[in-house]
């Protein structure tokens, strides 16, 4: 159990949990484009990791959405970013405020 998270979608090894990361994390380079590529080239090996890029690609697109009419929203999507990388390294199948349906 070291090296695996057990979570409602089952085990996680330390490259799927990477690749999450990478899927959130990759909005800072890509913004939509890192998170939508991570999932269409990971979706079928590995639900953690199409889970993780499905819910980055789409809060993504709403948050370029939300800052078109609000300008501090942007902010708070990047933070966002940051603390969902860190739960997809450590295994954690959580999903973005009022989007954590999307993608089981």
Known sequence: MSNT????????????RVLGL??????FIFPILGPLLVYLI??????????HAIQATIFQVAA????GVTCGFGL???ILAIVMAVKA???????????ESVGR
Request: net charge negative; proline share 4%.
């Open 5 to 16: 998270q057990l979570t409602w979608g089952g085990e996680t090894t330390p490259d799927e």
């Open 76 to 78: 708070v999507s990047l």
């Open 42 to 51: 990971q979706k079928d090996k590995s639900r953690f990791v199409g889970y």
């Open 22 to 27: 990478v899927a959130h994390l990759s909005v």
């Open 89 to 99: 390294n450590k295994g954690e199948w959580a999903g973005y405020p009022l989007m």
């Open 64 to 67: 370029a959405v939300i800052s």
